[in-house]
């Protein structure tokens, strides 16, 4: 298909946009790295990993500034979370296509709708107050990465129903006709032909997914218990490193300050990193 | 003091803004004071911010902010670009759950339990019940004041949760009868006048009151300050000598912190 | 045969528990947010301003806050998103590497932390280029925020639409664009609609991007470049640093979820007209 000079026009009008996205990304890299080029000169990257807890004072030579279990929290929060949200969203979406009643799957969509837009805060305050106490009764102290995957999962599922179920519904109806045709049950035709034909779709719903799981900050810190240790059990309390930025940066100066926009960069580095892999995966997958 | 210049200000159309950042602890409260002195100054607007007491020095220092909000005191190199006033007092005490049967407690016990030595509540007389510690946010100033009172490092703490913002280490407390929490004194009377679950522990055997922080007895208490630059503006001047007056202490009262005019 | 229908029925019966798994959770959150709010509610609630930090008073100024950064947010990100999401869906087979590059970039933007954005927001916006603590650099902030989330489900709207359309298109000698406008946007306004949802569900939760960028000020606006607090700070800063704030704080939530029905509504109403207005052709 070629471009008429019309679309060319068009064509380059949208580069130009996305483009701008692209910009976005490169000022928040550049931001990052400026405010932490002090702490990584001053502290170097091995104490990062190397010292023997996070105790950060502004002044790097009698603070310890590990920052591992930190970043263990975060990937056992994000992984726990999505594996429970991945499974469950994608089950909602293909519970509004072909299992849920025509107008109990639009009042479906609605309330997954409004759920997306519950503040953090809310979550967080509701998992404070209502989901801490009952997992303290299980097994104490209540605020832990347990609460914290009970919380993110709430959270991100509504990005896993939302865009899986768009997925989904971006499917050929031919595909299905013709599965039916077969005389394929509907379970069949879901596993064997609306997963694999939505594939594409639905790691997108989940990859994003991920993002925001990583990426969220105040529901996370009131609901972790925040201390910086790498849990041993699932109730253990533990402390992600956005929630180290919100909980610090308030009050932090000095080295302290810098070594957490540090941690800034850090979960960018995770972030580029887990969508490269997946796009290596996704690339992988398309030649097989 | 403020009348001479007051006709002044007057016949200025323009409106003048002021824009003061800090701690979140103070903010409300100085939104509240903000309110009435634009009520009796018609052409100033009072911009409040929060993010924390660092940023409201920060933002004091480099000049992005006319006044910034802190909740603890300057540090010696801070004190010599920057001039502090006081707005007001807090006093920060140990809480525990209102069933829990402990009535009063030693600077001893409480250094045991905060450096993890003593980890049942039945070591100090009460329920056969592990203590859940809570700490605060690394940085806030309520650390660094418990930490110098007990003479202890903050990484000799050893805690089973930390708690951010105020509100979290009372739900926290008010959640788990084997909890204990440090936290400001106006706080933690406030949610006991609401009939929130919890418990003020006495220091040294003074109970933690607003009166007792006010008469200076109970010893453990830290300033809210205002931070300037050390030649503030005639309107940051007249702002900060309206918030230190008396005529803001029914605010400051409803915010449970301590004037230091009824010192 | 008995087997086979027995264990269609098992995992039917999974899915539906799924299903009102969810809705007993999202219920459950609700009915708290309804029993505690509903109480405070009344007209005098939503049109007053705030008084003793929010303890008493209303959030007037705070709605007309929210409603502004949205709408810069929106005005921003719309436009940014659709074209992206264009670029990505209708034109990816002509430069591989340049449209890789931006649904990279744009994953990425999806990873970086409320915080960061709010920090980044107020070095760039409120610093750098001189808007201060504004309801524009918060909206501006929003936008960057939100644009992934839109952007990917406005390309997966698009992607839905059958490309029968496109083939015909181009039989036709139709110019893409007078296709997409015509032809290949209404037929995606569903998956458009649910990506705009979606986006500003989050634009409005947020709160940690616009403490630093649109600020704490519960003045009413006068105008874009004022601060103005958005009800999620409001939220926020009554529950978690104001004694006695929690049953506003909740009555404050309450709006927020009637606030995003009301706009879900809206939203859907206009899809549905526009979807028979534009189809039939």
């Known amino acids: 298909m070629s471009l008429s000079p019309l679309d060319k026009r068009w064509f380059w009008l949208c580069r130009f946009f996305a483009f701008t996205c692209a910009l976005i990304i490169c000022f928040i890299i550049l931001f990052l790295f400026v405010e932490s080029i002090p702490a990584i000169q001053s502290i170097g990257l091995e104490r990062f990993f190397n010292d023997s807890s996070w105790h950060p004072t502004p002044d790097p030579s009698t603070g310890s500034f590990n920052l591992s279990a ?44 409004l759920l997306a837009g519950i503040p953090s805060v809310v979550f967080g305050f509701w998992g404070l107050v209502t989901l801490a106490p009952i997992i303290r009764n299980l097994a104490p102290p209540g605020p832990s ?61 989940i990859m994003l997914a991920t993002g925001r799981a990583i990426g969220e900050t105040m529901a996370v810190v009131m609901v972790c218990g925040n201390i910086a240790q790498i849990p041993n059990s699932l109730f253990d309390p533990i402390r992600t490193l956005t929630a180290n930025i919100a909980l610090e940066l308030g009050y932090a100066t000095g080295q302290h300050r810098s070594s957490l926009f540090f941690s800034g960069l850090l979960l960018l580095g995770i972030i580029t990193m887990m969508v490269l892999i997946s796009e290596k995966l996704k690339s992988e997958a398309i030649r097989d | 003091m403020g009348c001479s210049d007051k006709t002044g200000m007057q016949e200025q159309p323009s409106i003048q803004r002021l824009i003061v950042t800090g701690s979140s602890t103070a903010a409300p409260l100085v939104s509240d004071i903000a309110k009435r002195f634009e009520q009796s100054q018609p052409d100033i607007r009072i911009d409040i911010q929060t993010g924390g007491s660092s940023r409201g020095i920060t933002d004091a220092g480099n000049g992005l902010a006319d006044i910034g909000l802190s909740s603890r005191a300057l540090t010696l190199n801070e004190k010599e670009i920057l001039q502090c006033h006081t707005l007001a007092q807090d006093g920060v005490c140990f809480l525990i759950h209102k069933n829990n049967p402990i009535q009063k407690i030693t600077n001893k016990q409480l250094k045991n339990i905060y450096t993890g030595k003593t980890t049942n509540w039945k070591q100090l007389g009460g329920l056969d019940k592990e203590i859940t510690v809570i700490q605060r946010a690394q940085g806030r100033s309520e650390v660094s004041l418990v930490c110098q009172y007990f003479d202890v490092k903050p990484s000799d703490i050893k805690a089973d949760l930390i708690a951010g913002e105020n509100q979290q280490g009372i739900k926290m407390v008010a959640n788990d009868e084997s909890a204990i929490v440090y936290m400001s004194v106006g706080t933690s009377e406030y949610e006991v006048s609401r009939g929130t679950p919890i418990k003020l522990l006495p220091l040294k055997s003074i109970p933690a009151t607003a009166e007792n922080v006010a008469k200076g007895d109970y010893p453990l208490s830290r300033p809210l300050i ?38 | 045969m008995t087997d086979k229908t027995l264990s269609q029925d098992l995992i039917c019966g999974f899915i539906w528990c799924v299903a009102l798994g969810i809705t007993f959770m999202f219920c459950w959150i609700l009915f708290d947010i ?52 264009i670029l990505l869906s209708e034109f990816s087979n002509s430069h591989q590497r340049f449209t890789r590059l931006i649904s990279t970039s744009l994953e990425i933007l999806a990873g970086i932390p409320s915080i960061v954005f709010g920090l980044f927001g107020n070095a760039f916006f409120c610093i750098i280029c001189g808007l201060g603590f504004s309801i524009l650099s918060g909206g501006l902030t929003l936008a960057c925020m939100v ?21 015909a298109g181009a039989a036709l000698a139709i110019p893409r664009v007078k296709l997409l406008w015509r032809i290949i946007l209404p037929a995606a306004t569903p998956g458009l609609v649910a990506g705009l949802m979606l986006g500003i569900g989050r634009a409005l939760a947020e709160t940690a991007a616009l403490i630093f960028t649109s600020g704490y000020v519960d ?19 009554l529950a978690m640093n104001v004694s006695g704030g929690e049953t506003n704080a909740y009555a404050t939530a309450l709006i927020l979820l009637v606030l995003l029905l009301v706009i879900n509504l809206v939203a859907q109403w206009l899809s549905h007209r526009f979807l028979y207005r534009k189809v039939q052709l």
């Open chain 3, 219 to 237: 003045r009413m606006p006068g105008s874009l470049l004022d601060s103005g607090r958005a009800l999620s700070i409001h939220i926020y800063d």
């Open chain 3, 147 to 167: 644009l992934p989330i839109l952007t990917r489900s406005i390309e997966i709207g698009l992607r839905s639409v059958s490309d029968d359309y496109r083939l």
């Open chain 2, 226 to 263: 205002f931070v300037t630059q050390s030649h503030p503006s005639q309107l940051v001047s007249k702002f900060i000598e309206f918030a230190q007056s008396p005529q803001v202490n029914d605010l400051i009262k409803d915010h449970s912190f301590v004037s230091i005019t009824t010192r």
């Open chain 1, 70 to 113: 930190m970043l263990v929290g975060t990937l056992a929060a994000t992984l726990g979370a999505i594996i429970f949200a991945g499974p469950l969203g994608i089950l909602a979406a293909i519970f509004c296509h072909f299992y849920a009643p025509k107008q109990i799957a639009y009042l479906f969509r609605r309330m997954i709708e």
């Open chain 1, 145 to 205: 990465l347990c609460a914290g995957i009970i919380i993110l999962t709430m959270m991100i599922l509504p990005t896993v129903v939302l865009l899986s179920d768009a997925a989904i519904k971006n499917i050929p109806k031919k595909y299905i006709e013709g599965a039916a045709a077969l005389g394929l049950s509907r379970w069949s035709t879901i596993k064997s032909i609306v997963i694999r034909a939505s594939k594409e779709g639905l790691s997108n719903a």
């Open chain 3, 34 to 85: 309804i029993s505690h709010g509903i109480p405070e509610i009344s007209w005098t609630f939503l049109t007053s301003s705030v008084q003793q930090a929010g303890r008493s008073g209303g959030i007037g100024p705070i709605i007309i806050s929210t409603l502004l950064i949205l709408l810069v947010c929106l005005c921003v990100s719309i436009p940014l998103a659709l074209a992206t999401a």
